[in-house]
């Protein structure tokens, strides 16, 4: 069992930046890799980045590639989502995820969950 635990969100200008963390429980946090997803209203959730289990490879979403970084510190059972040129669309619930294995881009492949860090970018 991993239980999450999002923080870090808030409201922040248009080109600002924050960054999100997600703390994991359970001894078995480097065997898992995790994923950041999002929610806006009205909208399916969707995948933002992941991290593999040794952050050896990460992958991006097309809409935050360049802007957002994942990063994990096993040694801390924590990991991060800097997000930098924040825009208005980046407005959602943030979800963090894990699951064992490699990296994956569908929320429904992933095991467990955190209850979400809301973000809100005003224009």
């Known amino acids: 069992q991993v239980q999450l635990v999002e923080s870090g969100g808030g409201l922040v200008q248009a080109g600002g930046s924050l960054r999100l963390s997600c703390a994991a429980s359970g001894r078995t946090f480097s065997s898992y890799s995790m994923g950041w997803f999002r929610q806006a209203p009205g909208k399916e959730r969707e995948f933002v980045a992941a991290?593999?289990?040794?952050?050896?490879?990460?992958y991006y979403a097309d809409s935050v590639k360049g802007r957002f970084t994942i990063s994990r510190d096993n040694a801390k059972n924590t990991m991060y989502l800097q997000m930098n040129s924040l825009k208005p669309e980046d407005t959602a619930v943030y979800y963090c995820?894990?699951?064992?294995?490699?990296?994956?881009?569908?929320?429904?492949?992933?095991?467990?969950w955190g209850q979400g860090t809301q973000v809100t970018v005003s224009s």
């Open positions: 991290i593999h289990w040794n952050g050896g490879s990460t």
């Open positions: 995820a894990a699951r064992r294995g490699p990296i994956h881009l569908k929320s429904l492949e992933y095991d467990y």
